[in-house]
């Protein structure tokens, strides 16, 4: 039990009763909110954009039998990698990760294998994904799947969603052979389609973020034991909230959350079939649906689309994306990149990761070689200085340490978290808090 008399951590959903059914339908305040941009999270998808790309790109080279990737072949590649520029252009762009050169048989068609760096990082990220996949990354997979209905998912949809887990890119054999107490790969018969399937109900693993978060908060020594609940009441759990500024003073949407966070929560672990689809306590559990997917992945966000594969299977209701907009302190859509982004807004704290994950480090590696390859073109290589312990070139001495950390401060200054309150302040776009703000983004796989 949590505290606060907040109901079993995770109860399988055959054994839960639908207790909400007396739920009142709509009684939330509705509130007109001015869609404010964000430059510090703009930035990180903008950086993460390439970042993911050329992670992409990287185990397309090495997945090639000869390490060789034909120029020619880099074509199909575009729409799956989200680049706003040609993949060709993207490729010469970074020459510290991908090495051009003649084809070893037609001189005249130019090939890219994979730079010193990229091979070093390769290897890092391969001992990664051996180290998390166990236990980390089956688990991450696992409370998805248990967030299913039928506790079984496509592989094609977990496959679009494979980067922002952390999932190696044989993931549909790997985590059945290093978890088969967890995992089991069959066809679909309707079409005979890999899916993969939930093999048991782990109890341990039915805990949301928020369940989390919020037992923590009351296990510290330093929370006040007058504001603790007790046993008996019934206080609800509060989504953590980062408004823009422009809302911190804005007396009508303090009420309206206030009233949000005083509606029960039910975790997105339950079943929650007996829910009325029009209440407000169903688009309640859909932002806790949604707040518990965003929290499983490695950089707390994902593309919106990527979410629409998955709308049957997590019960979620027409046109749930609203949400993203309905709720700006929990979420933030971005449109960059020629795409629509969800951010989880907890997760990120003036720009950076507030809980960075392995991979997460290995792959902020990828964001430095990258740069030092954009700075210094065909000189990058002698400027790189991964680790102390890293010979790359000439890379181990003073003057690349001194590049190294100029780069780093470069960065940081550019990820700073502010709200950009000033722009677009003649612009009249605005949500509506019940307004269709679907877009038209093609659902498809990020396997490159």
Known sequence: MLGGGI?????????QQPWWRWTPQRWLEKVRLKWVKNRGLDHIIDRDTDIKAACLLKDAIAATPTGLLPARSVAPFQ????????????????????SEQPHPRFPSLPVFSLAPAALLLHRREQAAFESTLPDDAAHRVARLLMMARSRALPVAALASLRYDLGLPPNFSSALPAARPDLFSLS?????????LSLTDWPEHLAVSALQLRHRDVLSQPSYDDFKRPSASSAAPLAFPMKFPRSYGYMNKVKAWMGDFHRLPYVSPYQDASGLDPESDLMEKHVVGVLHELLSLTIHKKTKRNYLRSLQEELGLPYRFTRV?????????LSLKCKTSTVVLREGYDRGKLVVPHPLALVRSKFYYVMRTGLLYRGKGTSKLVLEEEDLLGEGNSKEGQTD???????????????????????????YELDVDDEDSDDVGSDEA
């Open 7 to 15: 109901e079993t951590l995770g109860v399988h959903r055959r054994r």
């Open 79 to 98: 729409k799956n990698l989200g680049l706003t520029i040609p993949v060709l252009r993207f490729l010469r762009r970074y020459p510290t990760l991908f």
């Open 187 to 195: 066809r679909r018969h309707s079409d005979g389609a890999p899916v």
């Open 324 to 332: 993203f907009t309905r709720y700006p302190g929990i979420f933030y």
């Open 404 to 430: 190294q950390i100029a780069i780093d401060t470069e960065q940081q200054y550019s990820d700073s978290d502010e709200d950009d309150v000033n722009a677009d302040n003649n612009s009249e776009e605005y």
